[in-house]
């Protein structure tokens, strides 16, 4: 256990369904993340968010929408995906404070299929 | 870019020491050398850093080079649960960002 929590654990979808991927982090971090991970891939990072601002959108496609009501929980919102959107998606943590390592935790992923 | 080098794979027997190497020939002074592990299916787990002393906490111990463009993560007593992909990453320290490259998958043979 690592103290982020990511629901639900598998998730299959049809392209023109509208699902969202939950993220909550029980150890007071004030940065949140989410990465995908694709087969074969290595990790690549799609939003950063600190003290619940959206500071890093790397190029993400609009299907993706995240959200962050508060420092505690972080929302991935889906919608008409694409089969090439199957992947790991995993949500961090971190203290994000500029006066630590910034050592980020992990949730055990959400497995998307999109079909 | 990733920014490290490090080899696909590697296997060692349960119980000796791994050893894992890691290339970062244009690491700057600023930055740090993160090691995380990914177990089948998991999110990564952090294990250690460093700047340039040599560290060593529970889980392993990083061994730096003097002139910082390499550094070698160590296993002392690998086991079975130890099997995972092995992440060398550079970075600025306070810097939000982390960098995944694709890795060592370190296979711990019985």
């Known amino acids: 256990e690592t103290g982020v929590t990511q629901t639900p654990r598998h998730l299959v979808m049809g392209m023109t369904n509208k699902k969202s991927l939950k993220c909550e982090q029980h150890l007071g971090h004030n940065a949140m993340y989410w990465y995908k991970q694709s087969a074969k891939k290595p990790l690549e990072l799609m939003f950063v968010y600190s003290l619940e601002e959206r500071v890093e959108n790397n190029s993400v496609p609009s299907r993706f929408s995240p959200e962050c009501p508060n420092s505690s929980h972080l929302f991935l919102h889906l919608h008409t995906l694409q089969p090439e959107d199957s992947a790991l998606y995993l949500c961090a943590s971190s203290q994000g404070d500029r006066k630590s390592y910034n050592e980020q935790f992990f949730g055990p992923g959400t497995r998307l299929t999109v079909l | 870019d990733a920014k490290t080098t490090q080899p696909p794979s590697m296997d060692c027997a349960e119980g000796r020491a791994a050893n894992l190497p890691c290339n970062h020939s244009t690491i700057s002074g600023n930055e740090y050398v993160y090691w995380y592990r990914q177990i089948h299916s998991q999110g990564p787990q952090y294990i250690i850093h460093?700047?340039?002393n040599n560290e060593t906490n529970e889980m392993a111990s990083l061994i730096i080079t003097e002139d910082r463009k390499s550094s070698t993560l160590i296993l002392p007593h690998a086991t079975l649960r130890d099997t995972a992909v092995y992440y060398c990453?550079?970075?600025?320290?306070?810097?939000?960002?982390?960098?995944f490259g694709t890795g060592t998958r370190l296979t711990i043979i019985p």
């Open positions: 990453i550079v970075r600025d320290f306070g810097n939000e960002k982390l960098t």
């Open positions: 460093g700047l340039k």
